[in-house]
């Protein structure tokens, strides 16, 4: 079983930025693959971003140019750089890790708004 937890959510202003990280137990973090998905109210869990432990990396239209997803595996830990932030990117923030199966974490509210 693996752990997963993130944290850097919170309230930022329309164009502002905000850096979540996403913690996940195990001493083969390096062989996760890693990624970010969001859940506004209402609406379907979407992927956000995602990285391969190889270091390929996705990310979904709407935040291409504006988020970086990277991988730091001898802390265990990946990050999601949300830059320009618009209220539509308002959302429930979920990591996973994936290896023989997918591990969820509990979520992080990003909330945008004046």
């Known amino acids: 079983q693996v752990q997963v937890v993130e944290s850097g959510g919170g309230l930022v202003q329309p164009g502002g930025s905000l850096r979540l990280s996403c913690a996940a137990s195990?001493?083969?973090?390096?062989?996760?693959?890693m990624g970010w998905y969001r859940q506004a109210p209402g609406k379907q869990r979407d992927l956000v971003a995602s990285?391969?432990?190889?270091?390929?990396?996705n990310y979904a239209d709407s935040v291409k140019g504006r988020f970086t997803i990277s991988r730091d595996n001898a802390k265990n830990t990946v990050y999601l750089q949300m830059n320009s932030l618009k209220p539509e990117d308002t959302a429930v923030y979920y990591c996973?890790?994936?290896?023989?199966?997918?591990?969820w974490g509990q979520g992080t509210q990003v909330t945008v708004s004046s």
């Open positions: 195990g001493s083969d973090f390096s062989s996760y693959a």
């Open positions: 990285i391969t432990s190889g270091g390929n990396i």
């Open positions: 996973y890790a994936e290896r023989y199966g997918r591990y």
